[in-house]
Each structure stands twice: as structure tokens, then as C-alpha cells.
């Protein structure tokens, strides 16, 4: 077995999802909804559309949302933060991963930004 796999494609050059042996590194994950658009709201609805694209890129790799055991989140507007970690806390419910919280600008006109690190030995 290659000791890398890479899972799902994108239109830019990165991989959404690629394991290294126990370890699944899922790309940052912007609110895109399956239109290929940006969702339409505010923090609330690209949270959601952030969270859903992880969920479904560790899928992808055979895991789910229970293995993250690390995440970077990069907000546009740190006044955006009560109102993500609300959103964010309904998808880790239980044992919520490590987590890096910065204010940073982001690449595309988008509110969020969110990367992921799962463990789920092979």
C-alpha cells in the first residue's frame, strides 16, 4: 500500500482529503455548497456549509467527525467567534478535537475557513 492516499478532487491543486497511515489531513474547507457557490447568510450558514464539507471529505477517507482530533479555523471577522463556536459545538458535541481559532483574511470572499485532522488507525 502507497504511504500516501489521496481521497476526492477539487479544481484547484489540492487534495480534500489524504491519509498518511493513521492520520486523515482534510484540505481547508470553505463554505461551498454542491452548486459550487458560496452559500448565501452569514456566519451561521457558512459554519454549517464549512462543517458539512469536512464531514463529508472525511468520509471520503472512512471516517467521520468523531475522529478529528485537530482543527485550524480561520474567521474573517473576529467578532464572528460567539456565534461560530455556538455552530461549531453542535458538531462536536462530545470530546471536541484541538483547535486553532486566528482572524486572518481569506482567499475568497468568505466568512470562514476550517481544516481538519482525523485519527483512524488502518
Not at 15 to 26: C, H, I, L, N, T
Request: aromatic fraction near 8%.
Amino acid at each position: 500500500m502507497s504511504p500516501k492516499q489521496c481521497f476526492g478532487t477539487s479544481h484547484v491543486p489540492l487534495s480534500p482529503a489524504v491519509r498518511a497511515g493513521d492520520f486523515v489531513y482534510v484540505s481547508g474547507q470553505v463554505p461551498v455548497g454542491s452548486d459550487g457557490m458560496v452559500v448565501q447568510g452569514g456566519i451561521v450558514e457558512q459554519t454549517e456549509q464549512v462543517l458539512q464539507n469536512i464531514n463529508a471529505a472525511l468520509a471520503l477517507a472512512g471516517c467521520t467527525m468523531d475522529d478529528v482530533v485537530k482543527t485550524t479555523v480561520w474567521l474573517e471577522d473576529a467578532r464572528d467567534f460567539g456565534t461560530f463556536n455556538t455552530v461549531y459545538a453542535r458538531h462536536f458535541p462530545k470530546h471536541p478535537p484541538a483547535r486553532t481559532t486566528v482572524e486572518s483574511r481569506l482567499m475568497i470572499d468568505i466568512k470562514i475557513e476550517v481544516e481538519a485532522v482525523a485519527y483512524r488507525p488502518l
